[in-house]
């Protein structure tokens, strides 16, 4: 088992392009997540999957975005028109259902530039 | 909404200083509690975590006591190394729920030689 992967590690975009990242989580994990973090602040949720469903967005999330996770394994997350305040890490994380299910492990993050 | 407040930083130690950061936070219930590192360059790792009042969370020599009544879980080590200068972040799980964490800032460990 390798961890949660994320690619790219990092991204720079002009404004107004689209930019897709993805993530594997863990094989055997049901769940995953991302966050986004901005310098100096601690990440902040954007939104969740169990196996191919999409069960929570956060406010965060704008029409801009959107994520997907197809078959229930990787995940992408699209923005769309990237403006300069979508510069951040965006991080991905997996868990696992059942007892430990509240562990969350994460990927390295990937560091989008919007100039 | 839920919340976690963690300390101002940065904290800069010598080698082998005690070490206390604090948290607290704001939620309904009985929140799960965790602390995650993030070293230079590498993602968010699981440090310890707490699932009930007076869980005492372990690992590496740090430790963390979920105390229900004053709403904390202030990480404590009793001899910080240089390889544990990193970021430190608290973050809760809310209850009965496997979705989202509420991360506190995170603050910025230092230790020197």
């Known amino acids: 088992d390798t961890g949660v992967s994320q690619d790219p590690r990092h991204k720079i975009t002009k404004r107004g392009q689209n930019v897709t990242f993805r993530c594997d989580p863990i094989s055997e994990h049901n769940r995953l997540y991302w966050y986004r973090q901005t310098l100096g602040q601690g990440p902040e949720f954007l939104t969740y999957f169990q196996n191919e469903a999409q069960l929570e967005k956060s406010r965060l999330l704008s029409d801009r975005f959107s994520a997907e996770r197809p078959k229930g394994s990787f995940s992408t997350l699209e923005i769309q028109r990237t403006e300069q305040g979508d510069s951040a890490m965006y991080l991905c994380a997996s868990s696992p259902t059942g007892g430990a299910s509240y562990e969350q492990y994460f990927g390295p993050g990937t560091r989008l530039t919007v100039t | 909404g839920d919340s976690v407040t963690q300390m101002e930083g940065p904290v800069t130690l010598s080698e082998e200083a005690c070490l206390t950061i604090?948290?607290?936070?704001?939620?309904?219930?009985?929140?799960?509690l965790f602390w995650y590192v993030q070293y230079p360059g590498e993602g968010l790792q699981l440090l310890l975590k707490a699932t009930k009042a007076d869980d005492k969370g372990s690992n590496k020599g740090f430790e963390a006591t979920y105390r229900k009544e004053t709403t904390s879980f202030h990480l404590e080590k009793g001899s910080v190394q240089v390889s544990d200068s990193a970021v430190y972040f608290c973050?809760?799980?809310?209850?009965?729920?496997?979705?989202?964490?509420?991360f506190g800032k995170g603050i910025t460990l230092s230790v020197r030689p």
């Open positions: 604090n948290c607290t936070y704001t939620a309904t219930g009985y929140p799960s």
């Open positions: 973050a809760l799980l809310p209850t009965g729920a496997n979705s989202k964490l509420t």
